[in-house]
Every structure is written in structure tokens, then in C-alpha cells.
């Protein structure tokens, strides 16, 4: 079909149609999530969670939470700085949606087409540079708002999400050096014998604590939690914008599980058949491993929160990183 | 006296084992929690069993046979609400003179701390907590019984547990 | 090189948190001044809740009282009625059949545990771990049933009457009690235990958290689990003995340090105490009647000073009763425990952050009943 269009068209056709694809699966996985987090949440609480909305399943509270928050009214405050104010969701969903593009869902056959988006040879690189990007955006709400406590979270969120940012790059890192290559899809095709977790198993456990810090999930979710009253740099934030920021926290969610999984847990690659399924129950499992953590452990302290980061992830990174020079250095 | 033990959080590798195996260990908890069964009821489709003597509402005794209350009209219930939130006045007979059986019982149940003391103090076994606890009105007003009202509530009430196998 | 005079440069930032808040157990305010994240003062603000027991009590006859005093400490509210019935009792000199007495004991204690079940869960709640809440409350409902079985209410009972109980325990709920004591020791506490008490993030967060030592909790006036968590052994049940806690044999818990740490152990190893209690209650019950002999008429204390104090879940609860030789007290006071402790407060939280405040909170856990009568 590409044969068949005039190049400037296709490629319109393709712009067009790759972002959809993504705000679609991002907005799937979202309302999928929003009934799945208070299900989970709820059977190990011992109770029985959405059963109202969609049958006894309760499947479609998604859609009611949605439509109630886009019927809410939107609310600026009055000395906010408008413009600060009014992007910052939007800074801080793009990037979850951007973090798509790279990664792959899985390959039809063992060397067959890849399912992806685009197959950068620095996505890795890619992918660190926009992750960063949230930490700006949660800045822009909390400043924007013009609101002490808005602003108290804001820093907070700031500097727990900076520091956090150091081991994750660092754990990639070390798959980076067992792989080789910047680009996932090699990374990917690295595992097939293999997984990363395995000789990776430090450097998974640092991307995950990290990937949780930088997701504001418990135990590090300081910012949203019973920390100064409400709900810190996203208080002044009410129907759509609010539901923005839910979709980045859940996009994000589904975006760094899928990272995980084509990282460490080997992609597309598993027993009987490789295929898309594997890349699917892989990022879920760990979807689902992040809700049972969340729903488990109290938060940290924000100095706490600190000294995990600085103190205890970031030495365990730099030693699965030697560790992985040293072992690569060996066998060379 | 004993001391309690406290956890010692040691440093170095033995304090950082026992700290990610309290972490594993809490999570082995909720997860086995999450596969067991959910103990909450789906009220009001499933109903929830109230024991008997469940403390309801009280309500004034029907004698069976002759469709009269036990009431006499004798005011102790009256006199022993903490909030006094009963009233109760006997019926006057064609004589002028004061009948044992009251013409109005009013309780204003908006008010009551359900505590029992009425049905404690009658002498006559005429009051008794009924079964009924789900009485939400939308106005206050609503939540004002009179003599009639109070003896339709028993009647129910005592149907109930019979139909649900208790003695009456 | 240059030195800032740190008094002139300060910054000082004073944040209301106020009465309506997730996480301060009722209704209370606190307003606090901070410097960056530090809080240098804190001023509790109470009063929200006060709905004026003690001036109601002055007209209502004595065994009307009771169910009033059910409403100080709601979550156990058996112990509250215990004190005054007790008042009332020894000022006419009542005696209370065997029974009664060992009854008393028993739903005491189960109270105590109840108490320190949803302690346990509001506890984590606040500390951002939601879960435990609902595990503590999947067993305080059972809790619930059993109250209801015996008294006919879930939480605010009546239960207790000058001179005995209202009514005595149905058939087969000793049994069903002892199932239930069995479960929660076996089940239960070690969970409680597994999931957040020795978690390394709760440790984290409660060690060296609000430290109070033993001369300023004495100084205070602190009872109960907050001031046998910093190590002062002191209990009324062994030194004030009241309705036969005499014949009981049970240790104290004492902490060590006299954080927020050994507050918060110290009632979970209450729990396992209190079920020792109620398993000696339960073997050496005798038969006979629950309610003792009662003088006629209207009763009326001879006019003089009554006190009498009990160990609440919360502490040391007391109340003075003077009488003018009328069947309504003249005066009625409440010694509310939970009300000493909130002025131990601004010490406490002085030198910590802010979220450090809804930890001590926590752990001094106020009832706001008490606090405001």
C-alpha cells in the first residue's frame, strides 16, 4: 500500500494515525487500570470493589469515573499564572505517551517483522531524556498554581524525581553494556537465550524502585500522600486536566512496565511461542506487581525518600554497572 | 512487667536482609489475603443477619388475641429517657376520669440513643426493641412515631422473627 | 567569612491542620509554625467536638447517666461505663455478685482489644498504608457481632448498670467468644504484626519519632500505653485494682525509649495480654445472678466527693462525682485521658517534620470524645 500513495501522503497517513494508535492504548489502559487497581486493591482488602457500573464485573467504572470528570467544571485559580497553569498536564501526559513510540510489542516469528514503532538506535537514550520531562511538568503545577501547598509538594515531587533519576539510568545501563546496543529492539533480540533479570537481577531491582519514584507511587508517593493537606502540586486541578494527570500516572504506569519488560524480562520472547501475548502478560504481571506493592507497603518520609535514593540505589546501581563492565571486560 | 521486644534495625548486611524480609513478608500477607474470599455483604440486594435482640427502634406490644397494647399509659418510660423524647398521654373516659390506656405515645426517634432504658423500666412488658433498624427518613418529621406507627413496627417485627425461626 | 544571624533571617510559616483532615482522628486542629520543614511550635486547638456531657449529666438521674458515658471513648465504650458504674456503686455501697464482676472484666478487656485493633489500623492509615485498616476492621466486625449478640448494639453498648450487667451472656457465645480469641491470637496479631510492625518503612518512620522521656510523661500527667511506652510500669489494673482485676494474673508491656516506636508495640502486646485475661475470665466464671441488690426508690447519693479511676484503652480514666443528696449529681467530672495527652503535643513534635506530627498523633492516638466531652 505504501507503493501505492505519493510519498508526502503516506507519510501524513502515518502521522496521523501512529499518535492515535498510542493516545488509544494509553486511554484503553487507563480506564482498564482505573477498574483494575481498585479491584486488586480491593480482594486484598478483603472487599469486592466495582460491581455497579458494566455488569457484576464492574469493567466500565473506567467511563463513569471519566464522564464525571469531564463533566466537572474547570476551576483556575485566580492568581495562577495561566499559562504555566494550563500546560502543565499536558507536560506531563506527552511524555508518558511519547515513552510508546520505541517499544516494541513483540515480533511475528523468531526473526520476522517487529512490531513497532519506530526502532531508534538510541532509544534507550531517547527514552531517558523524555522520562525526565514529567519532573517539569509537575514543577509547572505546582508553581503555577500560586498555592503554598501546591508549591511544597511541587519541590518535593522535584527533587525526589531528579535524584531518582540517577540509578534508573544507571540500571539501564547495565543492560545497555550486556546488550550492547542502544536500541530495544537489539536489546530485545539479546535475551533470547537469556533474560536480563537474571544476570541483571540488581539492576532490575534498582530500575523498579526507581520506576516507582518516578511514577509517585507508594511507598514514594510523599507528593499525593497525607503530606501537607490535599493532594500537593495537583490540588488546583479539577475535571479534565485532573483526569490528565491520572492518564500520565497510569500511562506511565503501562509505559514503564512495558520498558521493563522488554528490558529485563526478555520482550517477546518465551516458552512455546514468542509473540505479542508474552510482551502483554509480562508488562501486566508487572502492572499488577506494582498495585500489590502500592497497596502493601506505608510511604516513606521525604528525607527518607532521599536517603534510599542517594544512599542505597545509587551505590547498588554503580555496583551492578562495574560489575557488568568487569564481567564484560573478562569474557572479552 | 515485661519489656517489649524491639525490632532492632542493625546496620550493614544483617540489617538490610531483616529489612527487605519484613518487606517480602508483608507482601506475602497481602497476597494471600487477596485470594481469599471477600467478607463484605452486598447490601441491600443480600441482607444482612441481625442477631436477635439487635437493638432497633422501640416499639409498643400488641397483645395478640385482643389487638390491644399493653400500655397503661403509666408515663415511667416517659420519666426514664435520658432525652425525654417520649410522650405519652392516657385516655380521658366519657366519666372525666383517667383511662389505663394511653391515647398518645409519641416518640420522637430522630433523638433516641437507643439506649433500652424505656423497655427496662415498664412494668407492664408493653415496650420492646423491635428488629428494625433501617429507618432513614429524608426529613426529621418523618422520624416522629405515634402510638399506631409504634405497634405496626412491633407487628412487623415479631413477623419477621418468626419468619426468620425464633421464639417468640 | 560571613555569619547570618539565624533569629533575624527566619522564616517562619504557620499552617493551619485543620479540623477536617484525613488523618488527625477526629476532629482536631492543630496549628502549627514551621520553619522549612521543620516545626519549631504546635497549638492544638480542641473543642470540636464537645457536646457538654458533664453539665448534662447534672439532670439526669444516675442510671440514666450510663448511657452517656458509653459516648466519651466511643471505640471502647464498655470501659467508660465501667468507671462511673463503678463511681456510683461504691458511693452506695452496692455489691456487685461475683458474676457480674468477672463479666465486667471480660467485656473490658474485649473492649481493650477492639480498641487496639482499629489503633492498629488507623495507625497505618496514616502512615499511607491503607490495608491494614481493612484487616483490622475485618476482625473488629466480628468483634461487632459478638457485642451485638450480648447487648443488641454494635458500638455504644449500655450494657453496664449500677449494681451488675443489663443481661447476662446468651448460650454458646463463650464459646463463640473463645473461637474468636483463638483466630485473632493464631491469625490475626501475627499479621498485624508481619505486615506492619516490623516493616522496615513503619520502623523507619516511628523510631526516634516524638520521643518522650519518662520525667516529662510523669510530669504530664500521661497514663496508659503512652506512659508505659516510655518506660514507667504503671497500670491501674495491678496498682488500683477495681472489680476484681486483683485475681487476674498478667503482665504490662513497657517500652523502652519512649517513642512513638515502643507506643505502638505497647498496645499490640496488650492485646495478647487482654487475651490472657479473658481466658482466665472465661475458665473461673461462676454461675449466679448479674445484678446485685439495689436500694429502693430513687437512687440517691449521699452527698459528698466520689472518684473513681479506671484504666481505659486510652489510659487513666476517671470520674468525680460530688452529690447534693439528690438523684442527679450535682457536679460530674471527667478526668479524660486522651485530653491530658494532647498537651504533650508541642513537645513532641518540636525539632520534627511535618509528617512527622500525624505519626506522633498517631501514636498518642486522642479519642476525640474524650478530648471534648
Not at chain 1, 506527552?94 to 513483540?106: D, I, R
Not at chain 2, 432525652?83 to 366519657?94: A, D
Not at chain 3, 488527625?24 to 502549627?32: C, P
Not at chain 3, 430513687?298 to 438523684?327: F, H, I, M, T
Request: charged fraction near 20%.
Amino acid at each position: 500500500m505504501q507503493a501505492a500513495l505519493p510519498p508526502w501522503l503516506w507519510n501524513l497517513i502515518v502521522a496521523v494515525v501512529k499518535p492515535t494508535l498510542i493516545l488509544a492504548f494509553i486511554g484503553l489502559n487507563a480506564l482498564l487500570l482505573i477498574w483494575g487497581e481498585r479491584k486488586v486493591a480491593a480482594r486484598i482488602q478483603r472487599r469486592r470493589g466495582p460491581e455497579v457500573v458494566g455488569g457484576p464485573w464492574g469493567v466500565l467504572q473506567g467511563i463513569a469515573d471519566g464522564v464525571k470528570l469531564f463533566a466537572k467544571e474547570d476551576v483556575m485559580p485566580a492568581r495562577a499564572d495561566r499559562w504555566v497553569w494550563s500546560l502543565a498536564p499536558s507536560v506531563v501526559f506527552v511524555p508518558a505517551a511519547m515513552v510508546f513510540l520505541v517499544l516494541p510489542f513483540g515480533a511475528l516469528g523468531p526473526s520476522g517483522p517487529v512490531l513497532v514503532m519506530r526502532d531508534l538506535e538510541n532509544a534507550v537514550l531517547y527514552l531517558m531524556a523524555v522520562a525526565s520531562f514529567t519532573a517539569l511538568g509537575i514543577w509547572m503545577a505546582g508553581w503555577g498554581s500560586n498555592s503554598k501547598y501546591s508549591l511544597l509538594g511541587a519541590m518535593r515531587a522535584i527533587s525526589m524525581l531528579i535524584s531518582y533519576e540517577v540509578p534508573l539510568v544507571l540500571a539501564v545501563l547495565g543492560v545497555v553494556l550486556a546488550a550492547g546496543s542502544l536500541s530495544v529492539v537489539d536489546i530485545v533480540r539479546a535475551q533470547e537465550s537469556r533474560w536480563f533479570i537474571i544476570p541483571q537481577f540488581l539492576g532490575f531491582l534498582v530500575f523498579y524502585a526507581a520506576t516507582l519514584a518516578e511514577l509517585n507511587r507508594t511507598p514514594f508517593d510523599l507528593v499525593l500522600g497525607e503530606s501537607e493537606i490535599v493532594v500537593g502540586y495537583a490540588t488546583e486541578y479539577s475535571g479534565i486536566r485532573w483526569s490528565m494527570f491520572f492518564f500520565a500516572e497510569y500511562g506511565a504506569l503501562v509505559a514503564s512496565s512495558l520498558v521493563a519488560a522488554n528490558l529485563f524480562l526478555g520482550g517477546w520472547h518465551g516458552p512455546f511461542y514468542p509473540g505479542v501475548h508474552w510482551v502483554l502478560i509480562k508488562t501486566y504481571a508487572l502492572v499488577f506487581l506494582a498495585i500489590w506493592i502500592r497497596w502493601t507497603l506505608p510511604r516513606f518520609r521525604i528525607d527518607q525518600v532521599m536517603d534510599f535514593g542517594w544512599k542505597v540505589l545509587l551505590p547498588l546501581s554503580l555496583l551492578n554497572l562495574t560489575a557488568t563492565g568487569a564481567w564484560m571486560a573478562v569474557k572479552a | 512487667m515485661v519489656r517489649v521486644p524491639r525490632v532492632d534495625s542493625r546496620s550493614g548486611l544483617r540489617g538490610a536482609w531483616r529489612a527487605v524480609k519484613s518487606i517480602l513478608v508483608g507482601h506475602g500477607i497481602t497476597f494471600r489475603e487477596f485470594l481469599k474470599e471477600p467478607i463484605t455483604i452486598r447490601y441491600p440486594e443480600e441482607p444482612v443477619p441481625y442477631p436477635p435482640g439487635v437493638r432497633g427502634i422501640p416499639s409498643l406490644k400488641v397483645n395478640m388475641e385482643t389487638g390491644e397494647l399493653n400500655c397503661t399509659a403509666c408515663g415511667l418510660c416517659a420519666r426514664s429517657c435520658p432525652v425525654g423524647i417520649i410522650t405519652v398521654e392516657p385516655m380521658v373516659g366519657p366519666d372525666g376520669k383517667r383511662m389505663q390506656y394511653p391515647a398518645v405515645y409519641r416518640l420522637e426517634f430522630h433523638r433516641c440513643l437507643v439506649c433500652n432504658l424505656c423497655v427496662e423500666a415498664c412494668p407492664f412488658d408493653s415496650l420492646e426493641m423491635a428488629d428494625m433498624v433501617e429507618l432513614s427518613q429524608y426529613h426529621p418529621e418523618a422520624l416522629v412515631f405515634e402510638r399506631d406507627q409504634l405497634a405496626e413496627i412491633w407487628k412487623r417485627s415479631r413477623a419477621v422473627r418468626i419468619a426468620g425461626g425464633q421464639k417468640i | 567569612m560571613e555569619t547570618r544571624e539565624l533569629e533575624e533571617d527566619r522564616v517562619l510559616l504557620r499552617l493551619n491542620l485543620g479540623p477536617q483532615h484525613p488523618s488527625t482522628h477526629g476532629v482536631f486542629r492543630a496549628i502549627v509554625t514551621l520553619e522549612g520543614e521543620t516545626i519549631v511550635d504546635l497549638e492544638p486547638v480542641v473543642g470540636y467536638l464537645h457536646r457538654n456531657h458533664e453539665k448534662i449529666y447534672e439532670h439526669l438521674q444516675y442510671p440514666m447517666i450510663v448511657p452517656f458515658t458509653d459516648r466519651l471513648d466511643y471505640l471502647s465504650a464498655i470501659n467508660n461505663e465501667l468507671g462511673y458504674v463503678l463511681a456510683v456503686e461504691g458511693a452506695l455501697g452496692i455489691e456487685v455478685p461475683e458474676r457480674a464482676r468477672v463479666l465486667r472484666v471480660l467485656f473490658s478487656e474485649f473492649q481493650r482489644i477492639l480498641y487496639y485493633q482499629l489503633f492498629f489500623g488507623t495507625l497505618a492509615m496514616d502512615l499511607g498504608a491503607t490495608t491494614p485498616f481493612l484487616l483490622a476492621f475485618r476482625d473488629r466486625e466480628r468483634g461487632y457481632d459478638l457485642m451485638e449478640r450480648v447487648t443488641g448494639a454494635r458500638l455504644l453498648y449500655n450494657y453496664l448498670r449500677i449494681g451488675g450487667l443489663r443481661n447476662d451472656v446468651p448460650d454458646g457465645w463463650l464459646r463463640d467468644l473463645e473461637a474468636y480469641l483463638d483466630y485473632f491470637e493464631r491469625e490475626a496479631w501475627p499479621q498485624y504484626m508481619d505486615l506492619l510492625l516490623r516493616n522496615e518503612i513503619f520502623l523507619l518512620r516511628t523510631k526516634e519519632v516524638g520521643v518522650l522521656p519518662s520525667d516529662l510523661a510523669l510530669a504530664y500527667g500521661a497514663s496508659g500505653p503512652v506512659l508505659r511506652g516510655s518506660g514507667i510500669p504503671r497500670d491501674l489494673r495491678k496498682d488500683d485494682p477495681y472489680s476484681g482485676y486483683e485475681n487476674f494474673q498478667f503482665e504490662i508491656p513497657v517500652g523502652e525509649r519512649g517513642d512513638s516506636y515502643d507506643r505502638c508495640v505497647v498496645r499490640l502486646y496488650e492485646m495478647l495480654e487482654s487475651i490472657r485475661i479473658i481466658r482466665q475470665a472465661l475458665s473461673r466464671l461462676p454461675d449466679g445472678p448479674v445484678m446485685g441488690q439495689l436500694p429502693r426508690g430513687l437512687l440517691k447519693l449521699p452527698p459528698g466527693e466520689y472518684y473513681q479511676r479506671v484504666e481505659a484503652p486510652s489510659g487513666e480514666l476517671a470520674y468525680y462525682l460530688v452529690s447534693d443528696g439528690g438523684p442527679a449529681p450535682y457536679r460530674a467530672k471527667i478526668r479524660s485521658p486522651s485530653f491530658v495527652h494532647l498537651q504533650l503535643m508541642p513537645h513532641l513534635c518540636r525539632g520534627h517534620k511535618l509528617a512527622d506530627v500525624i505519626v506522633i498523633l498517631s501514636s498518642i492516638f486522642p479519642v476525640f470524645g474524650e478530648v471534648d466531652r
